[in-house]
Structure formats: structure tokens, C-alpha cells
């Protein structure tokens, strides 16, 4: 069963950055660390879950929704079946739980079949 462990979660002052990691294993052929959409969603207490970043299967491309759009970028690294994503200009309002998720196609990240435990960003001013 594929499993996902988060880790760079922290506390930063607005405008710093910070770079969480995905780590995923327990792949099973022909399945591989390609074959999985990885994105990474953020939830605060009160407001609903956000998608925040997406880096789809077979390399066919990435997703950011405005929000984040030009201070956050998602990258892989292959030989470890690692995903990373890089957060700069941080805002209050970029402050909550970070989750790291998996999914193949066809629904890919519509339908995530396993999530990380999830990582704590707190922002302060």
C-alpha cells in the first residue's frame, strides 16, 4: 500500500520561506512514483479544504490555483520518490495544515487514494 510521510513544517515570520517533503512509498507494479498525481492541500480551522498545488502523472504538468500562484512551486524528485513543495512570500493567511496527497487516473487528485499525516505552517506577523 502506498504510504506518504510529510516533514518541513514550521513556524516563519511574513515573507519567509519554507519547503515541505513528500515522501511516498510502497508502490506495486507496473504502478511507479510516475504513475501518481502528488498534490498538496492546506486546511485552517473554519474554512475549507484548498488545493493549493498539483503536480500531475507521467509528467503532463502542474496546477496552482491564485492564491499561491508565483510564490509556491511543487517539483519531484524521482530517484527518491520524493515531492517537494517550495513556499516563499509567506503570508499570514498561508498558516495552516499542510497535506500531501496521491492519486492515479483517471480521477487522479479528484478522488486522492491516500493522503500524508499532514504538516503545521504557521505564518506570523
Known amino acids: 500500500e502506498v504510504q506518504l510521510v510529510e516533514s518541513g513544517g514550521g513556524s516563519v515570520q511574513t515573507g519567509g520561506s519554507l519547503r515541505l517533503s513528500c515522501e511516498a512509498s510502497?508502490?506495486?507494479?507496473?504502478?511507479?512514483?510516475?504513475?501518481?498525481?502528488i498534490g498538496w492541500f492546506r486546511q485552517a480551522p473554519g474554512k475549507e479544504r484548498e488545493a493549493v498545488a498539483a503536480s500531475f502523472s507521467s509528467d503532463r504538468g502542474t496546477y496552482y490555483p491564485d492564491s499561491v500562484k508565483g510564490r509556491f512551486t511543487i517539483s519531484r524528485d524521482n530517484a527518491k520518490n520524493t515531492v517537494f513543495l517550495e513556499m516563499n512570500i509567506l503570508q499570514p493567511d498561508d498558516t495552516a495544515v499542510y497535506y500531501c496527497?496521491?492519486?492515479?487516473?483517471?480521477?487522479?487528485?479528484?478522488?486522492?487514494?491516500?493522503w500524508g499525516q499532514g504538516a503545521q505552517v504557521t505564518v506570523s506577523s
Open positions: 496527497a496521491a492519486g492515479r487516473a483517471p480521477g487522479e487528485l479528484e478522488h486522492p487514494e491516500v
Open positions: 510502497g508502490f506495486t507494479p507496473p504502478d511507479t512514483f510516475h504513475s501518481y498525481a
